[in-house]
């Protein structure tokens, strides 16, 4: 954990080489501490903190954990004397920087032959939310990625899945398989009875259009669960 200090230290007081933007310069990002990077992009303190200061609570307000702090709200960000809107927007777009380069590479995912190849499939889009969303990935007989679709939103404890829509989605690219995919925003990815009851019904259903359910993933906190590799789906 990075402390927060007490004491007012403005960032020219520093030596050339502690300072953010001449570290970066000298020996490149990789060589910085999240606050400093932070610092870096919020620009400038206050009267009564430096932006490394600054840096550092909005890392206290995230738990010292990079994953909380992209599900920051703007309005999380500002409750922070010194925190304008201004630097609220800069922090945020670059963290959604960050995010949409993770979904660029997953994206060069272009088949699926296991649970995780899922699971890095989904995990940009929905590691961040802070509700529930329910996505369907659609498959070819070759498990070659068709698209993938959202079929709904709901709040931070469920959402609601209706099988027409799955169904309609699946026959319209004439996809073969479907890997069902949710996120749990508390981080707990034990299935729900709920989650268990709607895989079932749509299992069932694919039977009727020879259409398959090849995995169910529910994503949260850096991890998932696989309901093909629990044996649910055989059940």
């Given at each position: 954990m990075e402390p927060v200090s007490n004491h007012f230290v403005g960032i020219k007081t520093l030596a050339e080489d502690e300072r953010p933007r001449?570290?970066?310069?000298?020996?490149?990002?990789?060589?910085?501490?999240?606050?400093?990077l932070i610092g870096i992009l919020?620009?400038?303190?206050?009267?009564?903190?430096?932006?490394?200061?600054?840096?550092?609570?909005?890392?206290?307000?995230?738990?010292?954990?990079l994953s909380e702090l992209s599900k920051l709200t703007l309005a999380d960000l500002t409750v922070i004397k010194g925190i304008g809107e201004a630097k609220a927007i800069t922090l945020s777009a670059a963290l959604e920087l960050g995010r949409r380069r993770r979904e660029e590479e997953a994206k060069k995912i272009v088949?699926?032959?296991?649970?995780?190849?899922?699971?890095?499939?989904?995990?940009?889009?929905?590691?961040?939310?802070?509700?529930?969303?329910?996505?369907?990935?659609?498959?070819?007989?070759?498990?070659?990625?068709?698209?993938?679709k959202r079929i709904s939103i709901g709040g931070v404890a469920g959402t609601v899945v209706d099988p027409k829509v799955v169904f309609k989605l699946a026959l319209d690219q004439l996809a073969s398989g479907i890997v069902l995919c949710h996120n749990h925003p508390s981080g707990n990815t034990s299935p729900s009875k709920q989650d268990i009851e709607i895989t079932k019904k749509l299992l069932e259903a694919g039977k009727y259009l020879d259409i398959s359910i090849n995995d169910h993933i529910i994503v949260g906190?850096?991890?998932?669960?696989?309901?093909?590799?629990?044996?649910i789906l055989n059940g």
């Amino acid at each position: 954990m990075e402390p927060v200090s007490n004491h007012f230290v403005g960032i020219k007081t520093l030596a050339e080489d502690e300072r953010p933007r001449e570290k970066l310069l000298k020996f490149g990002p990789a060589i910085l501490t999240n606050a400093e990077l932070i610092g870096i992009l919020i620009g400038s303190g206050n009267k009564n903190a430096s932006a490394l200061q600054l840096a550092q609570k909005i890392l206290e307000l995230a738990s010292q954990n990079l994953s909380e702090l992209s599900k920051l709200t703007l309005a999380d960000l500002t409750v922070i004397k010194g925190i304008g809107e201004a630097k609220a927007i800069t922090l945020s777009a670059a963290l959604e920087l960050g995010r949409r380069r993770r979904e660029e590479e997953a994206k060069k995912i272009v088949r699926i032959t296991n649970s995780k190849d899922s699971f890095l499939y989904f995990e940009p889009i929905l590691e961040d939310c802070r509700h529930e969303e329910f996505w369907i990935l659609l498959l070819n007989r070759n498990n070659i990625v068709l698209g993938k679709k959202r079929i709904s939103i709901g709040g931070v404890a469920g959402t609601v899945v209706d099988p027409k829509v799955v169904f309609k989605l699946a026959l319209d690219q004439l996809a073969s398989g479907i890997v069902l995919c949710h996120n749990h925003p508390s981080g707990n990815t034990s299935p729900s009875k709920q989650d268990i009851e709607i895989t079932k019904k749509l299992l069932e259903a694919g039977k009727y259009l020879d259409i398959s359910i090849n995995d169910h993933i529910i994503v949260g906190n850096k991890t998932y669960f696989s309901f093909a590799d629990n044996g649910i789906l055989n059940g």
